[in-house]
């Protein structure tokens, strides 16, 4: 299924941009109107895809380029969510335009620990702070 591998190829390139154990909330695509997506089997994909992985839960939001129609009659070009269509002059063979990009634009991740970062930040720190921190509960 060409939407399956596709949820995957993205999958795979979230895993690699967001870090280990960072939940990823959402992810959001720009897709070519050549690549010919059906965006109801894409997010059934994805969900297949991401079950019971560290991105399950995690939406996808898919943005479909529109196609670009150019009339060879009239020189009128504008986009259009379907390649044929009729030009307004009358012309019914307009030429449609696509572009392929599939491309991750933005990662909304939800970090677990806001504090995680700053103790990563001052590696330097000797782990021997961490029990002072913490002293034994008094019973
Ligand atoms: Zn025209």
Redesign the pocket.
Known sequence: MHEFSIADAIATQVARHARPGARVRDVEIVVGALRGIEPEALLMSWQAVTFETPLEGCTLTIEQKPWTIA?G????TWASPVPFVT?????DV?EPHGTDELDLVALTIEEDEPGEGADAAAGATPGAGATADSPPVAD
Do not use: S
Request: with cysteine; charged share 20%; proline share 9%.
């Open positions: 009339c009659n009239c020189g009128r030009c307004e002059c009358g012309n307009p």
